[in-house]
């Protein structure tokens, strides 16, 4: 796999004249940025692909234990967690999106709410089984950081807020999911002592 990625970093550098270096050097050294740039999203995104990968290590786990309830909800929990991580790192809904496929911010927005909108449906009751309130404030916060990126003027202390409500959301995020992986991997474990 990592010999695919590889490459595929150098045929698309071959194909678009694009250096290797840009692909991979760090961003902050190419753009000749200071060392703290992008410090609260680098921070965010430990804590997406931290929330990701305890998912699928849980969802394995269930899957082991044949416990099926619980595998689909942590599977999808993983693959939601896993598209905000990569919307996140690679600016799908804010420069992929709108430049390649021509999809207003607003419109990624909402489709990122719909597709939550049917996860809470579908799997509401393993969420009321859970830390619940962790999820309400994670979305909580996600909305107060939307509402601020889509209404508010971009001045300096408003990225603050802006971002500050994102890593609360997503702080929030991974701490319901820590807590809801943590009991569902204890109830597995038990089922099979």
């Not at 996860?119 to 830390?131: E, G, S």
Request: glycine share 4%.
């Amino acid at each position: 796999m990592l010999l695919a990625l590889l490459a595929s970093v150098a045929a698309i550098s071959e194909y678009f004249h694009i250096p290797v270096s840009k692909f991979t050097r760090d961003p902050t050294q190419i753009l000749n940025g200071h060392p703290f740039t992008g410090i609260l999203s680098n921070i965010g995104i430990l804590f997406w692909c931290s929330t990701a990968a305890i998912c699928f290590f849980s969802a394995a786990i269930q899957w082991k234990s044949k416990r099926s309830e619980s595998l689909k909800f942590l599977l999808f929990s993983g693959m939601i967690s896993l598209l905000l991580l990569l919307d996140d790192l690679f600016l799908l809904h804010e420069i992929i999106f709108p430049k390649y496929l021509f999809l207003t911010e607003t419109t990624v927005y909402l489709v990122y709410i719909f597709i939550i909108f049917i996860y809470l449906v579908k799997f509401k009751h393993d969420i009321l089984k859970a830390d619940y309130v962790l999820l309400y404030f994670a979305l909580g916060f996600f909305s107060l950081s939307i509402f601020s990126d889509v209404f508010l003027m971009e001045e300096n202390y408003i990225f603050l807020l802006e971002d500050g409500f994102k890593l609360f959301g997503i702080v929030s995020w991974f701490l319901f999911f820590v807590r809801t992986c943590f009991g569902k991997t204890q109830e597995a474990l038990d089922s099979n002592s």
